[in-house]
């Protein structure tokens, strides 16, 4: 009996013990000097939509922005990244003034995002000072001066992210990057847009990060690198943005959580390594380089791809059916090569282009990465030829499905298929050698907001559907041989312009100036055959019929044109 009254005795202790710490923590809250650290930041900053007006009273805590640690009361994240940020005020730039180095005495601080601000005024060098910081991201914060190489004493750094971090107008170059070796925690770094021209060491400096898994290096007028990327050790990257040259080594295949290659616009030859079919691919772009041979078959293995950019390379031959399997595509860019052949039928199989309840964004599982601490954690940046601009789309939205497949050797016809592609948002099919008509049913893109059908061969009256896509703001069929009278209402009474029908002599209506009479007649070219073709064709079919039959085969896959 009297250990029971011992343990009932002490187990009353404790609880009284432990209601009065947690009446303790929450009377002070946070620390008293890291408050102050804290007040003082605040009056340094211009805040002109007073987004810090929470930052009263003793618990600073509980303050807009500050996390503390529930055992110790320690400020461990100061998250001001983007203040008062609104689906109203995307415009607004957030802090100005100066950062203040009274933050130093957050010296518990873990995590610290001051990332699209306006600041104006020299890189905060207290910052390389921290002990346990994990996290860091100053993006477009709008810091002026260089990058003190004593950010390298950050070994316990995780994330970094200095993109877009200075004023538009800075052209500071910022040396070596020697120093960026002592982040030996590192797993992801990006340097977009930082003045990088002097950094001969990149390469080996980066090669020195074991831990280092995402790379962002675009847009940093980097030097030319002397070094193949044969040599680039790629092998530990599941996300790869940046500058480089050579082929594409066969070790990529080894990267099975690789999953977004962007290597666009740099000096890649070859062909692409079949190694690639085992990785997780989500999204590639490598448009813009020197790639060449036939795009594979297997890339439709990738069943997890959404965005395919191989535009502006040197590919020949014909588009593979097997992209038709690729059910998660959104956004494909096989423009600008030298490819031939048809159109696949198999690109009416894009699951994800056919619907417009499900789309689909590209977001990736980063809950095994805790070094990530926000799930739109990278900001690429997707380029679509549309409406005659480039336009932007970031991967943590929702993507706009697009297919160009402009300034190519394409023939035939236009797939029926294509127009069940009911997401389907921009659709370039020009300067290629497409023949017949245009679909009948192209009033079912009912998404579609930019068609250019332009220079091609393409003949027949303009369907009357295409008044049903009431979303098309930008058409351009320009350079064909259409004839008949221009279809008119709804949608139709938008697009003016008469460029947008011009090179069609066979057209009438408004809003070109020739006038229609009547019932007008359907213009179809006439095919160029010789008497010497034809009776040689009528031999052929009598005594050489294996060939013709070999060249009924070739002819699936090749065009002729007249």
């Given at each position: 009996m009297r250990f029971e009254t011992t343990s009932m005795q002490l187990f009353v202790i404790l609880f009284v013990v432990c209601l009065l710490k947690t009446q303790i923590l929450e009377s002070y809250g946070c620390l008293s000097v890291e408050r102050?650290?804290?007040?003082?930041?605040?009056?340094?900053?211009?805040?002109?939509?007073?987004?810090?007006?929470?930052?009263?009273?003793?618990?600073?805590?509980?303050?807009?922005?500050?996390?503390?640690?529930?055992?110790?009361?320690?400020?461990?994240?100061?998250?001001?990244?983007?203040?008062?940020?609104t689906s109203s005020n995307r415009s607004y730039r957030g802090f100005g003034g100066e950062v203040n180095?009274?933050?130093?005495?957050?010296?518990h601080l873990k995590h610290l995002d001051l990332s699209m601000n306006n600041f104006n005024t020299s890189f905060p060098n207290f910052i390389t000072s921290y002990k346990n910081l994990r996290y860091l991201n100053l993006s477009n914060a709008g810091f002026t001066g260089a990058i003190p190489p004593e950010l390298g004493n950050l070994s316990t750094l995780r994330y970094l992210d200095l993109s877009y971090m200075y004023n538009y107008y800075s052209t500071t170059s910022h040396g070596k990057l020697s120093w960026i070796k002592g982040l030996s925690s590192l797993k992801y770094l990006d340097l977009t847009s930082v003045m990088l021209q002097n950094a001969n060491d990149w390469l080996q400096a980066v090669n020195m990060l074991s831990s280092l898994q995402e790379l962002c290096l675009v847009r940093c007028a980097l030097p030319s690198?002397?070094?193949?990327?044969?040599?680039?050790?790629?092998?530990?990257?599941?996300?790869?943005v940046g500058p480089l040259s050579g082929q594409l080594p066969d070790s990529l295949g080894s990267v099975s959580n690789l999953e977004f290659l962007h290597l666009n616009n740099n000096t890649i030859y070859g062909e692409l390594p079949s190694s690639l079919q085992y990785c997780s691919l989500v999204f590639i772009d490598l448009g813009k380089n020197k790639l060449s041979g036939k795009i594979p078959t297997w890339l439709g293995?990738?069943?997890?791809?959404?965005i395919l950019r191989l535009m502006s390379n040197m590919f020949v031959g014909n588009i593979p059916?097997?992209?038709?399997?690729?059910?998660?595509?959104?956004?494909?860019?096989?423009?600008?090569?030298?490819?031939?052949?048809?159109?696949?039928?198999?690109?009416?199989?894009?699951?994800?282009?056919?619907?417009?309840?499900?789309?689909?964004?590209?977001?990736?599982?980063?809950?095994?990465?805790?070094?990530?601490?926000?799930?739109?954690?990278?900001?690429?940046?997707?380029?679509?030829?549309?409406?005659?601009?480039?336009?932007?789309?970031?991967?943590?939205?929702?993507?706009?499905?697009?297919?160009?497949?402009?300034?190519?050797n394409l023939c035939g016809v236009i797939p029926e298929e294509l127009v069940d592609l009911s997401a389907l948002s921009n659709l370039n099919l020009s300067r290629n050698h497409l023949k017949e008509r245009i679909p009948d049913k192209i009033g079912n893109l009912q998404s579609l907001e930019s068609l250019d059908l332009s220079m091609n061969e393409l003949n027949g009256t303009i369907p009357q559907s295409i008044t049903a896509l009431t979303s098309l703001?930008?058409?351009?069929?320009?350079?064909?041989?259409?004839?008949?009278?221009?279809?008119?209402?709804?949608?139709?009474?938008?697009?003016?312009?008469?460029?947008?029908?011009?090179?069609?002599?066979?057209?009438?209506?408004?809003?070109?100036?020739?006038?229609?009479?009547g019932n007008e007649i359907t213009y179809t070219p006439e095919k160029k055959h010789s008497g010497g073709v034809k009776n040689i064709e009528i031999y052929l079919g009598m005594g050489l019929g294996f060939l013709v039959g070999l060249w009924a085969v070739y002819a699936e896959h090749t065009c002729t044109y007249m």
């Open positions: 102050e650290a804290l007040l003082a930041f605040k009056s340094g900053v211009i805040d002109p939509l007073n987004c810090l007006s929470s930052w009263e009273g003793s618990d600073c805590c509980r303050w807009k922005g500050v996390w503390c640690n529930n055992k110790t009361s320690r400020v461990e994240k100061l998250k001001l990244g983007f203040p008062c940020a180095p009274s933050l130093l005495s957050l010296s690198n002397p070094d193949p990327i044969s040599n680039f050790n790629l092998t530990r990257f599941n996300n790869l293995k990738l069943t997890e791809l959404t059916a097997e992209l038709g399997q690729l059910e998660n595509l959104q956004i494909l860019d096989l423009s600008w090569n030298n490819l031939s052949g048809y159109i696949p039928q198999s690109f009416g199989n894009f699951s994800a282009v056919a619907s417009t309840n499900f789309p689909t964004p590209i977001i990736r599982d980063e809950s095994s990465l805790d070094y990530l601490l926000y799930p739109n954690s990278t900001s690429e940046k997707v380029y679509i030829a549309r409406k005659g601009l480039d336009l932007q789309f970031f991967k943590n939205l929702y993507l706009e499905a697009s297919m160009d497949l402009s300034g190519n703001s930008s058409l351009n069929l320009s350079y064909n041989n259409l004839s008949g009278r221009i279809p008119s209402g709804d949608q139709m009474q938008t697009l003016v312009d008469p460029t947008i029908y011009a090179g069609n002599p066979y057209l009438c209506g408004p809003p070109i100036s020739k006038t229609c009479f």
